[in-house]
């Protein structure tokens, strides 16, 4: 048996909870475990702050209130896009256990998921399950997160990554903030290097969440575009120097026109912008899959780009990597 000691007096949690009751239980249910200051969420809106500012160590999520918007986020947090833990240890909750609901939740990459309600009780069983044991991440084409099955079995290329549990690392085996920050580094290194193989890892996804926006979206709209902003810059960035330079161009034309698009997203979608996104997810997929550069097509969907940001040659945006 083990007789370690456990102490959460360590442990960033946030607690995202949308029932006023709810909240308060848990509340007081994560100061009784040891957890000081637990950060209480009322809207994503705030969760989504707390996250970009916090290095977190647990997330306590009503996944069912929040639904498309909380498994966004999740994955922006899971691909290092926003936050500093990409490996952040996350509990779901959802009133609605409907196929469509639960896959939506794992898709975000969530560590467990429970059916409300759910006893403050149990959830802090799950924690302390979730301290001593938790799956490797898994890297495929538009998720990263604990591994599932259903994952495996659907992308034969996937590859597991150990990551840190930092939920472990200060419950359990005491360590330091800076040996911490370390471990995440590396980590998150060991990360990107899986998710290169894997460049068009988001992109698709979210273009096609934009297509199927069409005239409407405001403000999730806009965050789809900001992440694809980043994650576009990140393949730019990648490929940039060595010979898929025309690569690097087609995803700075993606950077340059998911920043446009998340500067109008509330008035929606033209149809103008409907077809560069499809028309440059093509290209850039077909480029990538290609042995051999096609410097006729990079260089008509540049400046068709070009032609509509309405400026003179591709560059980055200064800040739009900021959520």
């Not at 360590?10 to 249910?29: D, I, K, Q």
């Not at 896009?81 to 009133?95: D, E, Y």
């Not at 898709?107 to 924690?127: Q, T």
């Not at 290169?196 to 806009?222: K, M, T, V």
């Amino acid at each position: 048996m083990n007789m370690t000691p456990r102490d959460f007096r360590g442990v960033r949690a946030a607690l995202v909870e949308s029932s006023a009751t709810l909240r308060g239980e848990m509340r007081s249910a994560l100061v009784e475990k040891g957890i000081r200051e637990p950060i209480v969420c009322k809207s994503m809106d705030k969760f989504i702050d707390i996250a970009g500012q916090e290095v977190l160590d647990l997330v306590v999520c009503d996944s069912g209130a929040f639904g498309a918007e909380f498994s966004a986020a999740m994955q922006r947090i899971r691909q290092n896009a926003l936050g500093g833990n990409p490996f952040v240890v996350v509990i779901a909750t959802l009133q609605d256990a409907s196929l469509s609901q639960v896959q939506m939740a794992l898709n975000g990459g969530v560590d467990d998921l429970l059916r409300r309600p759910a006893p403050a009780k149990r959830i802090i069983d799950r924690i302390d399950y979730l301290v001593k044991d938790r799956k490797p991440f898994v890297t495929t084409r538009g998720y990263v997160g604990p591994t599932r099955r259903s994952f495996s079995r659907a992308n034969d290329d996937a590859e597991l990554l150990e990551v840190p549990n930092t939920l472990r690392s200060k419950v359990v085996d005491k360590v330091s903030d800076a040996k911490l920050k370390k471990a995440i580094r590396s980590a998150v290194a060991g990360l990107k290097e899986k998710m290169a193989q894997h460049p068009l890892s988001g992109i698709d996804r979210l273009i096609q969440r934009a297509l199927a926006w069409q005239g409407g979206g405001g403000e999730e709209l806009r965050r789809d575009f900001v992440y694809l902003n980043a994650l576009a810059l990140d393949m730019s960035s990648h490929y940039r120097g060595g010979p898929y330079d025309h690569i690097a161009d087609l995803a700075m034309a993606l950077a340059n026109l998911a920043k446009k698009i998340a500067d109008q997203a509330p008035a929606g979608l033209r149809q103008l912008d409907l077809d560069l996104l499809r028309n440059l997810g093509s290209v850039i997929r077909s480029s990538i899959a290609a042995e051999e550069e096609s410097n006729a097509v990079v260089h008509e969907i540049a400046v068709t780009v070009e032609k509509f940001i309405g400026e003179g040659k591709l560059k980055a945006v200064p800040g739009t990597t900021k959520h």
